[in-house]
Each structure stands twice: as C-alpha cells, then as structure tokens.
C-alpha cells in the first residue's frame, strides 16, 4: 500500500509527481516558517527597520498570522519606547497598527489603554481625567495580576483634586498587591507616602 494515497489524495496529486509535490509543500512550509521566527527576531532587535519594510512585505504577499505578529510586535516595542518620551499620540498610532494586525493580542489593547489614559493624564482637563480612569480600569481587567493600571488610577484621582483619599489611596495599596516592577514598586511606595502626608495635612489644618 502507498503510505503517500492519502496525501495524494488529498492535494490531487496523482503519479509520480507525488513525492516531488509533497516535498515542495514541505519545503514552502517551512521556508515560510524559518522567515517568521527571522521577523519575530527583528521585530525584538530592530523594530524600526521591520517597520520600514512592512508595506513592501505585505505587498509581497507576506500576511500570514506569524509575519502579522511579528509587526504587531514591531509596533509594541516602537510604541513603548515613544511612550517612554510621552509622544503618546504615535504610541497610540503604533498600538492600534498592532491591534488592526492581531486583534487578539490583548498585549497590545492594554499597552493601547495605557497610552490613551496617559495622554489625557498629559492634557490635565477634569474630563479627560475621568476618562483616563476608565482606561486603566479597562487595562486593569485584561491583565487583573498587573499593578500598573492601578497606579495610575490613583495618580489620575490626585490630578482631579479629589480630597477622598481613600479612592487615592485605595488605588495606590491595589498596585502594591498586584505584580510590579522594582523600581515602579519603589515609585508607589513614595507616592503613597506623599498622599498620606497630604492627607494628614489637611486633616491638622481643618482640626
């Protein structure tokens, strides 16, 4: 018996074209595999020059999901690094390019989230403020172990001027219960403290 009939049968492939067909199926399969894990690579290495060469990419026909995830990756890894300079509107240019691209990847809706809550942080508007709450809960709910949102929360009720501190507060203590970095740990502690000693301010002067 042919161990090959029924991958012959069901390419359609039939004779001795066969194995040559079947090798070159393999073979495409796996070219195509070798060069998204390559643009998985840059994408960490060098986002930019990725990006650079996306259109000219997809042109090609290279839209499989593992080339889409490698620029969605690109487009994080771009998109952080503005956040780092506060250029939050191409942060958010690049975090939605990422989320059109893999709109499951819920890495990208949360670094989208973020970076649209920071940029009303930046504006300073009371509303926008509100607004920005909203994102980081909704940051907050896709990745509910993360410390982050819940940091900025707290930061976005001491912008509004809301004497509640136990909302301020509140906030800050469920960023410290969750998953931080080191050094935003360290940042939550001395923004926690500031509050605390606002609060005790105010409660003295109102005695």
């Avoid at 012959?8 to 070219?31: A, D, E, M, P, Q």
């Avoid at 930019?48 to 990756?73: P, Y």
């Avoid at 994080?76 to 690094?81: A, P």
């Amino acid at each position: 018996m042919n161990r090959f009939a029924p991958i012959r049968n069901y390419f359609g492939l039939k004779g001795s074209t066969t194995k040559y067909s079947l090798f070159w199926l393999i073979f495409t399969l796996l070219i195509w595999n070798c060069a998204g894990t390559a643009y998985q690579q840059m994408a960490e290495e060098n986002p930019k020059a990725l990006l650079a060469k996306k259109d000219s990419l997809q042109a090609a026909g290279n839209t499989s999901t593992a080339f889409n995830k490698a620029f969605a990756k690109a487009h994080n890894y771009v998109g952080l690094e503005a956040m780092k300079s506060k250029n939050y509107s191409f942060a958010i240019q690049n975090f939605k390019d990422a989320t059109a691209l893999v709109s499951e990847d819920t890495l990208s809706q949360y670094n989208l989230l973020l970076a649209q809550g920071h940029q009303q942080l930046k504006k300073g508007k009371k509303e926008g403020l509100w607004d920005a709450i909203q994102k980081f809960h909704k940051a907050g709910r896709l990745f509910p172990d993360l410390g982050e949102p819940h940091y900025y929360i707290g930061n976005a009720y001491l912008m509004i001027g809301n004497k509640d501190f136990d909302l301020i507060l509140e906030s800050y203590n469920k960023a410290l219960s969750l998953t931080l970095s080191p050094e935003l740990n360290n940042v939550v502690l001395v923004a926690k403290e500031k509050a605390q000693h606002r609060e005790k301010t105010l409660k003295d002067f109102w005695k």
